[in-house]
Structure formats: structure tokens, C-alpha cells
């Protein structure tokens, strides 16, 4: 669908990715910035599409549209708060809407991931065009490797802003990062979001964070399949992963976040290279 250049429409928000107009009627407008690939966008409309189908409680894309040149995605219009504002206005029951959270991460991934992307392909290539030490690299694409694959639904990115309060309930958004694989990755990679994600990262708020991401992993492991120790295992994987993306916030404390996982699970560290460099290294001292 085509609008004219001055087809009215109310700006609803402004995302590092989008903007989201009102058009009426019970739509909304996402429209992408031109830094944002064809891929991306189909991915998000195909995703949202097959989340609804499957029963996830999500608004699904109704049809692309463009707008002056600008590529969009037309949804049905969620009313309601983030769940992140949602908290900001009832702080006494912060816990509450975490374990909501949790719970519903795990629905999400009670669901198949039909034809989406493979998860462990999309890991493989961000740690290959990352940042990290090629020999680190090749340990942890061999990691990979070994790690069980899976078939479930996976958002990427679902944190407090992506989940909408609505009369109906909550309600999962922006789907552009989804994939299929295994649930404990999805997991940890909402653990990242909470914990080192884009926000406030004063001390007082970085405790709080650090509760936060503690809080909705309990409520999602009493209910899921994935076990902690399946998201122990999955979290060099994904955190080494997230160098390709961005830099963290709380730098340093995500870089030690990333080592001990890293050490943890044999792969190596980010200081002294890969366990099996380490290995050579004793070998040949000792001939």
C-alpha cells in the first residue's frame, strides 16, 4: 500500500529503528529508516505473522506499506504500555510483571519456529564477523557445533520494551530478530538485554537490573523445558555473539560476564585466548 506525502498521521513513537504513526481506525504505521535491510523487514512481517498462528500473543503484520520512499509494515494498533512503563508506574509490582515475563517467554517457546532462520547460523556468522580473536572465534564456532540444536520460536530481542500491557493481556512486538533454535539461547539473550542493554546504567538502576534479569530467569525456568544448566551452556555462545552488534552497556562488567562464561565452559577467555592455545602452549614448554 501507498500513501501520499501528506496522508495525516500521528507520530506514536520514535525507535533507533522506526517510527510508528497512527492511521486510524485501529492501525499503526511502522515505518523503517533507510538503514534498516529489506531483510530485516520481511523478517519482522513473516514472524509476527507466524507467531499469531501459532497462538502467541503478538499482533501480526496486515501488509506492507511505503510512505514517501519509506518502507513500512501496517499492524493492528496495541493499546496500552510497554511493560517497562508499566513499571515505571506500578514499582511495588515490578516482581509480578517480570514473572508475566517469564511465563510468557516460555509459551513463546512452547511454539515452533515454522521456516524462520536458524538460530545457530545467525550466532555462527555474528561471532565469525566480530571482534573476537580468530582462535577464539574457531573454539567457539566448535562449541556451537556440538551444542543441540532446536525447533522453537525465538524473538532475539524480547525485553520490557517489546512486550505491550493491554486489556487483553501482553502482548509480544517487533519480531524483526526472530529465528528458530534452542529456547535456552532465547533466554540468555533476554538475560544480556536486561542486564547490559541500551538504558540507565547508574549503580542504583544497574542493581536493579541485575534483579530484574535474575527475577524473570527463575519465573522462566519453573516453567520451561530448558533447564539452567542448558542456559549456562548457551552463554559464551550468545554473549559472544552480541561483540558483532553493539558494545554493551556497562562495558566492563559485560566484558567480565562474557569471560567467565567463556572459562566456564572450556572455550577459553578473552585474555588468554583458547583453552587449546593454552594447551600447545604447556606442550611445548615441556618438549
Known sequence: MSFPPDHPQILLARGASAELFD??????????????SDEMIAREMEASIHAESRGVPTAAAVQGADRGGRRGIIYPRLHGPTAMDWIRRHPGRAGWMLDQLGALQNLMHSKDGGSLRRLKQVLATDISHGPAPLSLQQAAIAYLDDLPDGEQLTHGDLHLGNVMVTMDGLKIIDWSKAAKGHPAADAVRSEMLMRFGIGPNDWITNIWRDWAAA???KAYLAVAVATAGDVARWRPIVALAWLRARNAGRTPTFLRYLDEALRKNGIGSLNQGTAAARRDHRRSRRG
Do not use: A, P, Q, T
Not at 492511521?23 to 534498516?36: A, I, M
Open 215 to 217: 527475577r524473570s530467569r
Open 23 to 36: 492511521l486510524g481506525e485501529g492501525r499503526v504505521l511502522k515505518l523503517f529508516h533507510d538503514s534498516v
